[in-house]
């Protein structure tokens, strides 16, 4: 019996993909970035990294981020190699990302 | 040592004839003339039939409805099925409350006339049409099954029985894959219509199955039923992705991010308008969206 090879996963573009996911913004900035500290980062790894793309790269090496649509993965903390570059804790009881409406 | 016998039961389900609607009242009103059973309820009375030959057995042929099932089982015994069993219940009603009823029968089923008695309901085969003339949900089959704590394999395209009184069927499954099964008696199995063709009735047979007996069955007050959970929207089948490649959790991270990968990133630029208008335009030709337009044109 031949077996048919798998179905393709059919990509959704990510702004489709983020209209799905509702977040509940805080006061607090639950994540900080040291954008100071970031001047001399070579891989700025959190920028590619960051599945809701909040990490925006300057032109002078800084970086700007934005916690608003966080999905909180954690990614970005686990891959910056710059201590004290990025301080992360959970947002506010009640507030942060409610996944997918479907 | 002889096999000990077996029964064959055939569900067929009532037949629908020409349904006319008044264009002006709307009324709906059937005719039966030239009403027949579903291809599944014939293919599943051929099975049966079969099956029956080789086993040195007969079919008890069994319909729940009102009227039109009357007529199923006049359309059977016209292919010389000789026990016809016919249970008086609403057509309307839900397949839980026919499929009861059924297995109701079935369960004190008596052996047929041709047998010797004392066959146990263990050594018994279901055969039903996988549709209904009526293209309804199937169910019933299901359901019986359920009642009689049987084997069940639904919607099959092949139905076969072995030396050692074991039932071989294939199975549609997704993505145009088949599936062997192994059924051991009692079992409840439904059949599609592609899967036998109903032998022609002899002529006498033809002659006399208007006046054949059928047997008419009230069932009792229906008890419990199946338990039925609800319903809920169908969902997708989980994709199986491979695992990331890496010896620990970092690496693993960064091979499923692919931050070692070469990426283009967009950037946050702060420029006055006419370097910002450059910007883009040489941006642009790299990307090969045209040839970069020197100012001096414009």
């Known amino acids: 019996m ?44 959190c920028v590619t ?22 999905f909180e993965c954690g990614t970005c903390y686990m891959l910056c190699n710059t201590e ?14 409610v996944f997918r409406q479907a | 040592m002889n096999a000990p016998p077996k029964n064959v039961v055939a569900l067929i389900a009532p037949v629908v004839g020409r349904l006319r609607v008044d264009p002006l009242g709307g009324e709906v009103q059937q005719d039966d003339r030239g009403a027949r059973l579903s291809l599944a309820d014939e293919a599943a009375l051929e099975v049966a039939c079969t099956l029956a030959e080789n086993w040195g057995t007969s079919v008890c042929a069994l ?18 099925v ?17 499929a009861h009823s059924l297995a109701s029968w079935i369960a004190q089923l008596q052996p047929c006339v041709q047998l010797q008695p004392g066959v146990q309901l263990q050594n018994c085969v279901i055969v039903a049409g996988a549709h209904g003339a009526d293209f309804g949900s199937g169910a019933v089959p299901a359901f019986v099954a359920h009642h009689l704590n049987a084997s069940q394999a639904l919607g099959l395209v092949a139905l076969s029985a072995t030396a050692t009184d074991e039932l ?15 059924l051991s008696l009692p079992a409840v199995v439904s059949v599609e219509g592609g899967v036998a063709r109903l032998r022609r009735p002899a002529f006498a047979n033809a002659l006399a199955q208007r006046t054949r007996a059928i047997e008419r069955v009230v069932p009792a ?13 169908p969902r997708p089948r989980p994709h199986v992705v491979a695992p990331p490649e890496g010896g620990d959790a970092l690496h693993r991270i960064r091979a499923l991010t692919g931050v070692d990968q070469v990426q283009s990133v967009a950037r946050s630029v702060s420029l006055a308008p006419d370097e910002a208008a450059d910007a883009i335009l040489d941006r642009l030709g790299e990307w090969g969206y045209g040839p970069r337009v020197a100012t001096e044109t414009l």
């Open chain 1, 84 to 97: 004290g570059a990025i301080t992360w804790t959970y947002p506010d009881g009640g507030n942060g990302v």
């Open chain 1, 2 to 45: 031949t077996k048919r090879a798998p179905i393709e996963y059919q990509a959704v573009s990510f702004q489709t993909r983020m209209e799905t996911v509702e977040f509940r913004v805080g006061e607090r900035a639950h994540i900080t970035v040291d954008g100071d500290a970031c001047n001399g980062c070579t891989t700025q790894a």
């Open chain 2, 82 to 98: 000789e026990r016809l069993v016919h249970v008086d219940v609403d057509e309307r009603s839900s397949a839980t409350h026919i």
């Open chain 2, 63 to 80: 319909s729940a409805g009102g009227e039109h099932a009357l007529r199923a089982l006049e359309l059977a015994a016209g292919v010389g």
């Open chain 1, 49 to 70: 990294a960051c599945p809701a793309n909040l990490f925006v790269p300057r032109s002078d090496g800084g970086i700007v981020f934005n916690y608003e649509q966080c």
């Open chain 2, 168 to 182: 071989l069927a294939v199975r549609r499954v997704d993505h145009g894959a088949r599936e062997r099964l192994s």
């Open chain 2, 221 to 233: 007050a229906s008890g419990g039923h199946a338990a039925m959970g609800t319903a809920r929207a």
